[in-house]
């Protein structure tokens, strides 16, 4: 796995991201990145295509991320889940303390015993505690003194969880499924398009790409970074949807290529956003990649505005045609 | 809804919202709003004029955007409305499996059986288990604990939002009803007053006023947009109002333009604010507009001043005046 | 209370804080101030000197500012008032609805069904819920019902304040009680003293001193205001105390006044600080002044480290001595 | 403790961190502990290597702090010690009323009585309430009513405890256990290592180091403050490591010195890192320092990267060898 590498110099630390003179395309993946990596180097979702290991769960902190990050649905279902092993664990525990330790009836099933035990954990878990079951003796008020403090905590720290899956400032920008090389005025461009998919208001947008691809100098392959230069980096506002678009001019590293060239160079256009979200007043960041196999050609993005009923006032937008595009002629 | 427009070219993709060399007064509102829009582009709340479609409410975050944003009183009767609504529903299940499903007395009224439910759930949910009503079986106990788990869920979510909708960094500025036209040194200048609606401090305010107005150039109409330059652009506190004055001299283009020719060219007047929110040193952001009928002509902000008795001494502000104007001579 | 002033043109709108061409060190006061306030600007915590009226208390959120900014104390007393008070509601009703609302037996003492009653609301309020007593018919059970959401609602807000008035950045920057005029190499200068009141780290300060005065110019008293220059204005760290330095060199408006003009002129020195809190990555801001009456002249800050027992070594800092001055030789 | 300083002169006010001409490398540590410390000036995990006393534990908020910084296990280990206690207090208070202050069954072990008692405290405290044990009296149940208050008053605390703690933006960057000087081309530098330790991204960070040393002027020792040329000072992203380099030229204040050297003049690398943590769109810092004995001479960072089975596709980091060193041969 851990290889020495016996040319390595000074200059070329393994582990130096940088080198000669600061690149300021390099964005922090490094020489090592640049000379051995020929994966995609950003997921779609903005994450980096990076495998990290050698910290335990707790020193990284993973759990309370997966925590904050997961969907919705497998949120509830994980704290449906440690509710129930809660109260498995404390019910097998007054259960195995026998028939004597909780007063009260058992309940008329199979497993009527446990059942009542694992009943009465729910009740005093939740702070219920209803009485029909109640505890007896030591040891059973001593177990329910610390199962009523689990409970406590519990409450507080999905509390606690709740909101911050609230309050995270996730930049609910949606990207294009597909960039695409579209005419633009007697030439073509590379565009692509965002809405923000929540309601609340993201102002203040900025934006770079940066076209990744390897090239082969000295028989040696090596990823090489360009920044794009866009029609537009900022906008101040951001009510409808944005098409990001970088002419393809003489100057552009995009200039004379093919899909063909595309693919055979792993080009990556990396994208990064920034935007102002209102509701928090916070920064966010969206960063995504579009490989080629994500470009169409002679293609451009299909009109996504909503207009009356006469066609002739623009009323808003249909954020479901975000994805939409429509063939066009090339440019000869 | 969606027109196919034939002559569009590369340069004008319908969804792009900047095209020939990026405007920096075009705010991000993009040609297609410029050419077709006749709506008012800002609410007077700050919000923007336009519809979105083609999102379910989960995915646009619209329903958390909702809670966040809506009244307190609304608020208050939707949390009451879930509350009642959850213990119908509980209710409803412990009253359908029968009447051996809680022991305990029925109540002695019309549908006795089903208060007792309803009654019972809400004990459960609320967790204060009086126990005079007890879950029967294993059926009966199992749906306690669902709605032990959903009770404990709901206090942790409106906790959370309770404490998001305090925390929320709102712009509390209140803009005068009404612009003015006033006098100003010898000539006259466009004037509106905001104030801090509350008591905690913004700082470091900045302002900019965009003029938004129809031109009609070859036959096509066209919405252009000219920043206004004005008296100041900031303040360090803001204890007291701020008028916020651009002055109508020879570069304005407010110069020579009447009351009519306001309302001819659809002229609207965009405010944008941001200021920093001492209380939780968050940045935030308020907008309006004003259109020409918002607008009066000759007239000034009255005095809103608080003096002392004796008239002489200055001691603070009447908010309750921020709206007042006063008719003024006008400039001959 | 509101006065016509007759002679005010638009160049004077009553409330236009600016005017002639802004003037950098107005600082938002405006000229209405400047001309008519002879009060303090900002009292000793950093607040405005200034009376608002004319808003509800709802719309002010002055309710919700005074939770969090109110001492520890004032909040657990009004906290606890508001839980006797809301039970003491429900005691009545119950109380008042008969002695068959509740089972269980009465308390023997004085009043035994009032207080019943009374203590039934609090198990309930507080979803203890023993079921020694417990509600009879549905009118009772409505009001139990009633009161564990108004209980639910009570404890999610007490919850979100209680983390608010925590996550709030208050700037904890304690001042010296004076200012003093001390030697400074070969003449003097305007100094005083600043430490952190808390453990937490505040790094990147910045300082700036205005200092206000009346000038009478044409017979008119009027308010003006100067920046002082800082023999430093910003700091990395902030680990001890920061004596914050205006040398009195002949550029200074403080050159040649003595203790008496500064009263007469009614001299205020406005102090705003900016830091960053590290608990939170927060910007905070404090504030104060110091009177005429505040500055101490020919006086020094007294040593405030802590030294090791040979007195060679520094090892920190003594708070405690934070506003301690000791008398120096006036420089001749 | 607090001695006269009798040379002090205006200029060089005890208390005032600076004087001559602001000194950009200063940092605010002040002249004082640049003339008389000798104490390592950061510690290892940034915090400042001073001590502060003068103040009460509730002014300086040290109990909050404290309760924000501590580790998992002790903040939890607080939490139910705070439990207990609360209950033992409660619970010897009912037990001291008597035994007719409590209706129900005691408990048949020694102490019975006091340990019915306890138990019922918890499951007030806890508003479970089973009710098989109940208050007797007005007492009893005023007793009841306050500890009902302190159990919801201390969840509300807890849960905001919690969630100040998950949402807490502290800067989980690991420095590499030593720096090397290491070969960089045909001379050396020195370097250290960084790694995020959480899963969640870090991204704009930026580095400075500055060099303290002792230095002899005059007959007098004096800490100097030098800020060392970076080969860069900031990276875009960080998704694996960063290896921070400052290249030893001839205008690097290390150029010539040797181990011994650095032993001597007392030598401590600041360094002082921000980033932005995307989870919560903040600010965060980070600090740490070098002394002489904790820099490895003639040695590099070994290779942390992860590869593919074949060795030829990095794949990502080894966080588990970010303080790995080899050594090498000195440059002759």
């Known amino acids: 796995m851990h290889r020495k590498r016996p040319h390595a110099t000074g200059r070329e630390t393994p582990s130096s991201p940088s080198a000669p003179q600061a690149d300021p395309h390099d964005l ?37 991320h997966t925590l904050l990050t997961i969907s919705w649905p497998r949120f509830l279902a994980l704290v449906t889940g440690f509710y129930v092993a809660v109260n498995l664990v404390f019910g097998v525990v007054y259960w195995a303390l026998g028939p004597h330790t909780l007063s009260g009836p058992g ?14 954990s729910v009740q005093t878990f939740a702070t219920i505690g209803y009485g029909q079951v109640s505890p007896v003796g030591f040891t059973a008020n001593a177990i ?42 007697d030439r073509t461009a ?31 392959a090596r990823r090489d970074f360009t920044e794009l230069t866009l029609e537009r980096t900022s906008v101040v506002f951001f009510p409808l949807s944005w098409t990001i678009v970088h002419p393809i001019d003489d100057e552009s590293p995009l200039h ?22 209102e509701t928090f007043a916070q920064q966010v960041h969206a960063r995504t990649s579009y490989k080629a196999d994500e470009i169409v050609w002679n293609a451009r993005f299909a ?21 939409d595009i429509e063939p066009v002629q090339p440019v000869s």
């Open 256 to 277: 004379g290529l093919t899909a063909h060239d595309l693919a055979t160079c792993d080009v990556e256009f990396l994208v990064l956003l920034t935007a102002v979200d």
């Open 28 to 64: 922090g993946f490094g020489q090592v990145v640049a000379r051995e990596s020929r994966k995609r180097l950003l997921n779609r979702d903005g994450s980096f295509n990076i495998v990290r290991k050698g910290l335990g769960v707790l020193q990284s902190q993973s759990a309370y």
């Open 144 to 185: 329910v003194a610390t199962e009523a403090l689990v409970g406590l905590l519990s409450l507080a720290l999905v509390t606690g969880l709740l909101f911050a899956r609230f309050s995270r400032p996730t930049a609910a920008i949606l990207f294009s499924r597909n960039a695409v090389i579209a005419p633009y005025a």
């Open 190 to 220: 590379f565009e692509f398009r965002i809405v923000n998919r929540r309601t609340n208001q993201l102002i203040e947008l900025h934006a770079r790409v940066l076209m990744s691809r390897i090239k082969v100098e000295d028989g040696r």
């Open 107 to 120: 309940l008329v099933v199979v497993g009527g015993q446990f059942w009542r035990a694992f009943f009465f």
């Open 303 to 323: 009109d996504a505005f909503l207009r009356s009923a006469d066609g002739q006032e623009l009323i808003g937008l249909d954020v479901g045609k975000l994805h």
